[in-house]
């Protein structure tokens, strides 16, 4: 019914940018909050940084002023601008969204299947 794609991860020096992408597309009437996690080999899955229909932003204390989110409600995107990256930042990062569907009409919430990002010292 509903993908999320997202693209824009790869290998990064310390200090370096990055921009992820992330598509919606399917049986989307319109798509509330969305998200950015990631998840480190061994750790549990975090949130980074989420964004309301709106444009209210909230962020991990961890990326506080080194990360943007954003998003453009008509194309059914979403960015996570990263700077100043750390070896720490590495991970791979997640979408997600809740999203009201065209048929039936309902709320659910999907992912994407990750992208990599690695960033080294």
């Known amino acids: 019914q509903v993908q999320l794609v997202e693209s824009g991860g790869g290998l990064v020096q310390a200090g370096g940018s990055l921009r992820l992408s992330c598509a919606a597309s399917?049986?989307?009437?319109?798509?509330?909050?969305m998200s950015w996690y990631r998840q480190a080999p061994g750790k549990q899955r975090e949130l980074v940084a989420g964004?309301?229909?709106?444009?209210?932003?909230n962020y991990a204390d961890s990326v506080k002023g080194r990360f943007t989110i954003s998003r453009d409600n008509v194309k059914n995107m979403m960015y996570l601008q990263m700077s100043s990256l750390k070896p720490e930042d590495t991970a791979v990062y997640y979408c997600?969204?809740?999203?009201?569907?065209?048929?039936?009409?309902?709320?659910?919430?999907?992912w994407g299947q990750g992208t990599q990002v690695t960033v080294s010292s």
């Open positions: 964004i309301s229909r709106g444009g209210i932003t």
């Open positions: 399917g049986s989307i009437f319109s798509i509330n909050g």
């Open positions: 997600n969204a809740e999203v009201v569907l065209l048929s039936p009409y309902a709320t659910n919430t999907y």
